[in-house]
């Protein structure tokens, strides 16, 4: 079946530093793919999404592309502020089951001052 | 307000009890679904809905039950609670295309002792 893999956290970053949270995905067909976030105390948010391979999806600094040769989807900043702190999920749409999303185990960010 | 409205937002009950966990939309979004979050696990898709009256079952159904007999409402119910099932559990909705981001609402988080 359909699943995500990501890298286990915690990443702990200081302010300014690059970010790269990895995701590769297994999928029949050709699933959109997104990254959810989640800040502490709150349900998930969408932060960004790719319908297609090569698409590049992109909000608030933050880029994912979808490397359908590679199985991939991972996400980047360039910059990360204290403010980005919080639990980053991966996600692809699932067809099978109403378009439900199959998360990845989710990735806890921490960045510092 | 428009929106997705869990309640209640935080619940303790007993091994063996029954308990009913609200979930409201005022989007007349097709598609709903439920998840619980585990550390180790993520979220987990427990039961979803395509439209009032249907309803289906994702990875972890065992436990619980689930109606939609309104558009809107899509309650979820633990029959006989188990310790198993401390969690917190989101209900989320869409349109049900797959293009289409989920919307969560800010989860409630169940103790079973």
């Known amino acids: 079946g359909n699943s995500v893999t990501q890298m286990e956290g915690p990443v702990t970053l200081s302010e300014e530093a690059f970010l790269t949270i990895n995701c590769t995905y297994t999928a029949t067909g050709y699933p959109s793919l997104f990254w959810y976030v989640q800040y502490p105390g709150e349900g998930l948010q969408l932060l960004l999404k790719?319908?297609?391979?090569?698409d590049k999806g992109s909000n608030k600094g933050f880029e994912a592309t979808y490397r359908k040769e590679t199985t991939s989807f991972h996400l980047e900043k360039g910059s990360v502020q204290v403010s980005d702190s919080a639990v980053y999920f991966c996600?692809?749409?699932?067809?099978?089951?109403?378009?439900?999303?199959?998360f990845g185990k989710g990735t806890s960010l921490l960045v510092t001052p | 307000d428009a929106g997705i409205t869990q309640s209640p937002r935080y619940k303790i009950t007993e091994t063996g009890r029954q308990v009913t966990l609200m979930c409201h939309q005022t989007w007349s979004h097709s598609y709903m679904f439920w998840y619980r979050q585990d550390l180790g696990h993520g979220l987990r898709l427990i039961y979803y809905?395509?439209?009032?009256?249907?309803?289906d079952k994702g990875e972890v159904p065992d436990g619980y039950v689930v109606s939609r007999s309104k558009t809107e409402n899509f309650p979820l119910t633990l029959e006989s609670a188990t310790r198993s099932q401390t969690s917190v559990y989101f209900c989320?909705?869409?349109?049900?295309?797959?293009?289409?981001?989920?919307?969560f609402g800010n989860g409630t988080r169940l103790t079973v002792t």
């Open positions: 989320a909705s869409s349109v049900g295309q797959d293009v289409t981001p989920l919307h």
């Open positions: 996600a692809l749409s699932d067809q099978q089951s109403g378009y439900a999303l199959n």
């Open positions: 790719a319908t297609k391979a090569d």
């Open positions: 809905s395509a439209a009032a009256d249907i309803t």
